[in-house]
């Protein structure tokens, strides 16, 4: 059996016995983030050791009561759509509860998430151990997060790693940011609104378009600039006016339309090297992207 400490979804599955997933990114196989979308009844959690910093925003417009009991005191509120609950890795909560069935984006960090963030706060350590245990979170930006990684599983796209990797340092950055104790969460963030310079984005243009069919992350990308991630994919964006994630997906379509237009190749191989994980995935990102599918597409070029 998987270790609890280190496979949220066992974490997961121990926590929540009760409620039904919905949707989850385990088929993605993700690093940097763990997503499930899950149903829960009325329920009570028995006492727990939070394994990784937890994320729970309210997908359901059904109001509904969540307590939590920590420190001997309970924390009760109502919920709304888009309103989240956080609850720090390490953490010992003696209960939780609901009154009502509730649809819950659980979304679970990794540590290595806020030691990456290390540079972005002027080289302080960042620990995920300093976020508070704070219900009832309105943070707009928190819930687009959500909702972009909620899209992202539903259906695949050519950047979808990029984009992941992206919002997970995007969401550190903000859980850090916000709703850390002075101590934890050192510095203030480090802004970067300038662009590349035209030698680190010739690089990195050069490096995406070469590798178009490896699974390339946002990391591999930064390293090429010689730039933190946090720093690498805002200094992309103002540069090319879209996000990293964006950029290689269109450069996948671009690779994606060459092979149905002038070859034989199958879709399954086309998938494959436009890095989606299957030929139905790939059939559904490009119907949503132009409108007609890759058969379709590939009789019109013909």
Not at 215 to 226: F, L, N, P, R, T
Not at 252 to 260: E, I, M, V
Not at 290 to 297: A, K, N, S
Request: proline share 7%; aromatic share 8%.
């Amino acid at each position: 059996m998987a270790n609890p400490l280190s496979d949220p979804f066992e974490h997961s599955r121990r926590k929540y016995p009760k409620s039904d997933v919905l949707i989850t990114s385990m088929v993605r196989q993700w690093q940097d983030v763990a997503a499930e979308l899950r149903r829960h009844p009325p329920v009570q959690i028995p006492p727990m050791i939070q394994a990784q910093t937890e994320l729970c925003i309210a997908m359901c417009a059904t109001p509904t009561t969540i307590s939590r009991k920590f420190g001997g005191e309970y924390q009760n509120s109502r919920s709304e759509p888009g309103m989240a609950w956080l609850t720090p890795e390490k953490l010992f909560v003696e209960e939780s509860r609901s009154d009502g069935p509730i649809e819950f984006l659980h979304l679970q960090l990794p540590s290595t998430r806020f030691e990456r963030l290390a540079e972005v706060f002027g080289g302080a350590p960042i620990l995920a151990s300093a976020l508070g245990y704070i219900p009832g979170i309105r943070d707009p930006l928190i819930h687009q997060i959500g909702v972009q990684i909620l899209g992202e599983i539903k259906l695949q796209t050519a950047g979808g790693r990029v984009l992941i990797e992206s919002l997970s340092l995007s969401l550190t950055a903000r859980l850090v940011q916000a709703y850390a104790t002075t101590e934890g969460k050192g510095p203030n963030l480090v802004v970067t609104p300038h662009g590349l310079d035209d030698v680190r984005l010739a690089r990195v243009l050069d490096y995406m378009s070469t590798n178009l069919e490896e699974d390339i992350g946002i990391e591999d990308m930064a390293s090429i600039a010689c730039l933190s991630a946090f720093h690498f994919a805002r200094m992309f964006r103002v540069s090319m006016g879209v996000p990293p994630h964006r950029y290689l997906s269109s450069l996948r379509f671009d690779r994606a339309r060459t092979l149905l237009a002038q070859t034989n190749t199958s879709l399954a191989e086309i998938a494959l090297a436009t890095c989606f994980s299957s030929q139905g995935n790939f059939t559904r990102a490009f119907r949503a992207a132009t409108g007609i599918t890759p058969g379709q597409y590939r009789r019109m070029a013909r």
